[in-house]
Structure formats: structure tokens, C-alpha cells
């Protein structure tokens, strides 16, 4: 069972919006701190957002203000909505789980944003 799967990416135009979701299962979710991370080609992944269980969020400088990070416990959802996409921010976007010492990764989701 994979813990945690993205959804939501795709193609969009620059100013665009596009809101990411990943679902969880088979972890304790309402403890995790969760985060989105993301990585282009030739790039290292890097942090993009997190919230942690008691809803503490922290973006990187570069979304903040345009993306917003949140989660919902019942339904064990994290999101990440976009809002006016720049063509930096193309990427393979990750979901991130930690808990109990532990990380959870999902599998990407591509965001590509056109100029």
C-alpha cells in the first residue's frame, strides 16, 4: 500500500492556478507534519511548503504569497493550491510525509508551466 499519492499536476500557462492533492493512508496522519517538496531537471528537490499537525505552515520565499498549503485530518488530505504559476516553479512535485521518525514519500506529480 503506498502511503502517500499525488494528484492534480499538469500543464498550465504562466499566471495560471492549479491546486496539487495527496491522499494518505496507512500512516498517523494527524500527527505527521506534511509538506510538498519539488525538483527540476538537473536540480536538487527542494522544500516548497509545510504544515505541521497542529497547522503551523512555512513556505519557501519564492511561493509565498502565491501558494497556500493546506490539510484536512478527517479525510487524511494535505493540498497545495498554486496561484499565478511562473515558469520556475515547472517541477516534479512530491508529497511529503514525517511521523513517528519516519518519511513517507508519494511518487511526483509533473507541474509544468508554460511562458
Known amino acids: 500500500q503506498v502511503p502517500l499519492v499525488e494528484s492534480g499536476g499538469g500543464l498550465v500557462q504562466t499566471g495560471g492556478s492549479l491546486t496539487l492533492s495527496c491522499a494518505a493512508s496507512?500512516?498517523?496522519?494527524?500527527?505527521?507534519?506534511m509538506g510538498w517538496y519539488r525538483q527540476a531537471p538537473g536540480k536538487p528537490r527542494e522544500s516548497v511548503a509545510s504544515?505541521?499537525?497542529?497547522?503551523?505552515?512555512n513556505y519557501r520565499d519564492s511561493v509565498k504569497g502565491r501558494f497556500t498549503i493546506s490539510r484536512d485530518n478527517a479525510k487524511k488530505m494535505v493540498y497545495l493550491q498554486m496561484n499565478s504559476l511562473k515558469p520556475e516553479d515547472t517541477a516534479v512535485y512530491y508529497c511529503r510525509g514525517a511521523v513517528g521518525g519516519l518519511n513517507y514519500w508519494g511518487q511526483g506529480t509533473q507541474v509544468t508551466v508554460s511562458s
Open positions: 504544515i505541521t499537525g497542529v497547522f503551523t505552515t
Open positions: 496507512g500512516i498517523i496522519f494527524s500527527s505527521a507534519t
